[in-house]
């Protein structure tokens, strides 16, 4: 039975509506934000009936710490001051509707088949249940023993002024942790600034980095603020610094020298206070090794490492995992998602999750979207390499079935072909993220964006 809360100081209506309603929906009525808060900290609702002018309270802050609890629940104004500024600013907090007083009680229950959520329906043991998102739901989701290290060493370094180096396969989440390090440190309410040292071109990385005065090249027609300078007192994440050309990392390493930068066209120093957060899913020592990244700088970075295990080495974390991204995505399609089946969270467990985290997210959001009931079934789901049907494994097979499928007169068309298939395919599992299709195809974004030009891929 639909569960239904009325917020009104009129014990005459609340009577009313109560015995009208009660046939049909469990109802509960308070006179009181006070008494309201605390039924909604008890349990949850279906819909609730709110009164715009709550005795000496008004109602659209009652509205506004509502939603801060449930963005979800509908909640319904009851006025008898019907006016457009009533209406518009009821809407603009998250109202679901408006009903006028006296009330009709057939609009009222009109209204509520309307907007009302529907009521949850148990699982059963065979499935996960998938629980309502809150808002304070992390991405970051885990319990195992690995991602418990890292939450460990999080709460331990992150109000410091220590710089954290994140390491970690693509997809395991070296922003959201970058993100969680700056909001759990003391420069929290400062800015946190992102550059992706691989998604933008070497000869503008540096400008884009330190900024420029008028006149430092053509086209500079006037001053421009860099990230560092933007992140002032804030945090500065720099992803994928493996990436970071070797020209441009001495004067990166006086910057974590000094706590000074120079615009380009500029011998003016300027002051930066900027906690750096950087991370790669490169292999440092190689690239140290083969003179692609300075020492000097790494050791400067490094000072604390944060490394991040692959999905397939924390299994016990893919069903939160799951059931967080079931919610999420169920919410934002206007679905009811309320379980996964449990064959496949047994699928999920056993499959090796290449893409990590970023791959599970585009899994479970095409499910939520193919699912055609309230759960989400082994029919809903495509793990890389299900798709199609797979020809023979050996290589002589493979060209054979290539060249059978796509014919192409000379082996460079045959190539381009076969690339053109492989971006497209990337794109699509992406969502078309440009830097995380990059990332799975092992080339830059810059050399992404010419072949997705060179072969007419448009998103």
Same mark, same amino acid.
């Given at each position: ?11 005459? +209506? ?20 006070? /008494? ?10 279906? +819909? ?5 002018? =709550? ?45 006028? $007083? ?80 700056? /909001? ?142 079931? %919610?999420?995505?169920?919410?934002? %399609? ?35 979207? =193919? ?33 059978? $499928? ?10 381009? /072909?076969? /690339? ?7 794109? =699509? ?21 010419? $072949? ?8």
């Amino acid at each position: 039975m639909k569960k239904i809360l009325i917020i009104d100081d009129d014990t005459s +209506l609340c009577y009313g509506m109560k015995r009208v309603l009660s046939g049909r929906y469990s109802v509960s009525t308070v006179s009181s934000s006070e /008494e309201a808060f605390e039924h909604l900290g008890n349990g949850s609702f279906s +819909l609730i009936l709110l009164d715009y002018r =709550l005795g000496s309270e008004n109602g659209l802050e009652v509205l506004e710490k509502i939603k801060e609890l449930s963005r979800t629940v509908p909640v319904v104004m009851l006025t008898a001051f019907g006016t457009s500024d009533t209406v518009l600013d009821s809407f603009k907090l998250g109202a679901a509707d408006f009903l006028v $007083k006296p009330v009709d009680y057939e609009e009222l229950t009109d209204c509520i088949e309307k907007y009302a959520r529907p009521e949850k329906i148990s699982c059963g043991e065979d499935a996960l249940p998938v629980e309502e998102l809150g808002e304070t739901g992390s991405a970051f989701v885990g319990s195992s023993r690995k991602i418990r290290d890292v939450f460990k060493l999080i709460a331990t370094v992150a109000n410091s002024n220590t710089p954290v180096f994140i390491t970690g396969e693509s997809g395991t989440g070296k922003e959201l942790i970058a993100g969680l390090v700056h /909001e759990r440190s003391h420069r929290r309410d400062k800015p946190f600034v992102v550059i992706n040292c691989a998604a933008i071109p070497r000869e503008l990385l540096e400008s884009e980095l330190f900024g420029y005065v008028k006149g430092a090249f053509t086209g500079a027609h006037q001053d421009r603020t860099g990230k560092f300078e933007a992140a002032h007192t804030g945090t500065l994440f720099l992803d994928e610094i493996g990436e970071l050309p070797v020209e441009l990392q001495s004067k990166m390493l006086r910057v974590l020298q000094n706590g000074t930068i120079e615009r380009l066209g500029s011998n003016k120093s300027v002051h930066v206070d900027v906690r750096i957060v950087s991370a790669t899913n490169r292999n440092i020592a190689e690239l140290i090794a083969a003179g692609e990244f300075r020492s000097d700088l790494f050791y400067r970075l490094n000072v604390v490492d944060i490394k991040l295990p692959p999905l397939r080495e924390r299994t016990d974390d893919i069903p939160p995992l799951a059931a967080f991204f079931a %919610a999420k995505y169920s919410l934002e %399609a206007g679905k009811s998602i309320c379980c996964i089946d449990r064959e496949v969270v047994d699928i999920f467990r056993a499959y090796s999750w290449p893409g990590n985290i970023r791959e599970m997210q585009n899994v479970i959001k095409k499910a939520v979207i =193919l699912s055609s009931s309230n759960r989400i079934t082994e029919s809903d789901i495509q793990l890389a390499g299900q798709e199609a049907e797979k020809p023979e494994s050996s290589s002589a097979a493979v060209w054979e079935y290539f060249f059978a $499928k796509f014919p192409s007169d000379t082996l460079n068309s045959s190539v381009e /072909e076969l /690339e053109k298939i492989l971006i497209e395919k990337s794109l =699509l599992k992406n969502s078309n993220h440009l830097t995380h299709t990059a990332e799975e195809l092992g080339i830059t974004r810059v050399t992404l964006n010419a $072949k997705m030009k060179k072969y007419g891929i448009n998103i």
